[in-house]
Every structure is written in structure tokens, then in C-alpha cells.
């Protein structure tokens, strides 16, 4: 099938964009392109990831949810623990329910939005 359109980026809400921008660019070895209170983005070159300022946003507290989670990012990982080692490092946390730990692991980013580490198949 042929679509219409071409993927620009994926935009985040966030209560702090910057942050977001900081903690993610680390995750993926992506530059920081923008950042001010408002918005940052970060990109490889042909994908961008953006975050926006939302006054009072939270994550949704997974498994637990207060809120219902609107996203999750998925990363494919050759080496599950060595990943989860280097993202808790740099701020994000692990809930203690795992729903499938040898195959992928749920974490929450600094915000507390989850994303997956996906061992690569």
C-alpha cells in the first residue's frame, strides 16, 4: 500500500521537556536539537522525538494507572540487563511487576511514562 504522508516526529507531552530531551537522547546516543522550557526534540537525522510542556502532567503510574497510559515506547536491546542497568542510571526507575522479564522489561522513564526494552530478536 501506498501512503500520502511521510513520518515528521512523534511529539510527547511532558512537564518537563528539556529533561525528557536529556534522559531520551542518552537512551538512543540522539542530539539534543532544541530545548527551552516550552518544547525540546531530539533526533538521529531522519527521526525526531519531540516533548511539549503540558502544566501538570503525570505519568500514569503503570502497573497501577491513575491516569490511563496514552503511550509506551518500545527499544530493541541486545542485552537486557546491561540496558536496564544504563537506563536506571540515567534516572529511570523499575516497577516490580514485569509482565515477560526475559523476553522485555517495563521501566518508567523520569517522568514516569513506561517504555520497554525489547531483547532484539
Excluded: N
Excluded at 34 to 48: F, K, W
Excluded at 96 to 115: I, K
Aim: net charge negative; proline share 8%; aromatic share 10%.
Amino acid at each position: 500500500m501506498t501512503g500520502f504522508a511521510t513520518l515528521a516526529m512523534i511529539s510527547l507531552d511532558a512537564a518537563d521537556p528539556g529533561a525528557m530531551a536529556t534522559f531520551y537522547s542518552r537512551v538512543l546516543g540522539w542530539e539534543v536539537m532544541h530545548s527551552e522550557d516550552e518544547y525540546a526534540m531530539i533526533g538521529d537525522g531522519t527521526v525526531s522525538l519531540g516533548f511539549g510542556r503540558v502544566p501538570g502532567y503525570a505519568g500514569p503510574g503503570w502497573p497501577d494507572e491513575a491516569t490511563p497510559k496514552r503511550y509506551h515506547l518500545d527499544f530493541y536491546v541486545d542485552d537486557l540487563d546491561k540496558a536496564e542497568e544504563l537506563a536506571l542510571a540515567l534516572g529511570a526507575t523499575k516497577p516490580a511487576e514485569q509482565p515477560t522479564p526475559d523476553r522485555w522489561r517495563v521501566l518508567l522513564d523520569p517522568a514516569g511514562q513506561p517504555f520497554d526494552i525489547c531483547l532484539r530478536s
